[in-house]
């Protein structure tokens, strides 16, 4: 059975979508059938993370009703092993068209039935869902129905402030969703576990995972998949052993 997990943060700029595509690629390296859900209407970076220029079709037009989920779903080729990554990539919402959908009460009927497509027609192990950033409602509708809520957050007050209340909210869910905290940009000169013992002990959460600042992440640019460039990096060890929480 497929496993729904959502990456969330509360504000912009947490290095989210570049952590969706990383894990999605490791998952799908690891022998999972693996899709990725780009919901983030705000700034999606997805399709040019995995190198999709100028998709055809995405959420945006399957929500507008211009076409099936299936035909918005790009297959991706991961390297030395079958086609077993998907995305549905958004793409910019100028003219805030997909908040009157919203306003309308159709986007969670029509995510959800869209969700349940492709893990039926893809046969998925694992569909990871980037939400963007802040709680909305949309945003609270799909974290209740994943099995899995990971909150990306930065170490600084606002971030560990906003982050406390999603996880006080999902925890009134039910059933609620297991939470992973991952700390990002974690700056040099913190020490990895009294960090994460720290956090782990404000949000009464055991699984938690701190990533460190890294130039090879920001020479990147959003333009390719760091896992992929950087395979024996103390990053992509880290990514591995979260992997085995998601699977």
């Not at 998709?55 to 099936?68: E, K, V």
């Not at 940009?185 to 013992?197: A, I, R």
């Amino acid at each position: 059975m497929a496993k729904i997990i959502s990456i969330h943060s509360f504000r912009r700029g947490t290095g989210k979508s570049t952590l969706v595509a990383n894990l999605a690629t490791l998952l799908a390296q690891q022998g999972k059938r693996v899709a990725v859900v780009d919901t983030n209407f705000q700034s999606p970076t997805l399709n040019a993370l995995f190198g999709l220029a100028n998709p055809t079709a995405t959420l945006n037009d399957y929500l507008w009703g211009d076409c099936p989920i299936e035909t918005a779903t790009h297959t991706l080729l991961v390297p030395s092993h079958h086609p077993s990554l998907y995305l549905v990539p958004a793409k910019p919402d100028v003219l805030g068209n997909i908040n009157k959908i919203l306003r309308k009460g159709y986007a969670d009927n029509l995510l959800a039935i869209a969700f349940e497509k492709l893990i039926e027609t893809l046969n998925l192990d694992v569909l990871l869902i980037d939400l963007y950033a802040g709680l909305q409602e949309e945003t609270l509708f799909t974290i209740n129905i994943s099995d899995m809520l990971v909150i990306v957050l930065r170490p600084d007050a606002q971030d560990y402030q906003g982050s406390s209340v999603t996880v006080e909210v999902t925890r009134h869910f039910q059933p609620p969703p297991q939470i992973m905290l991952v700390l990002n940009e974690l700056p040099s000169g913190f020490n990895d576990s009294e960090v994460q013992q720290e956090v782990k002990r404000i949000y009464h959460c055991d699984t938690v995972f701190t990533l460190p600042h890294a130039d090879e992440i920001m020479n990147l640019n959003n333009n390719a998949i760091f896992v992929q460039h950087y395979p024996l990096h103390p990053i992509t060890t880290t990514l591995i052993n979260m992997t085995t929480h998601l699977g």
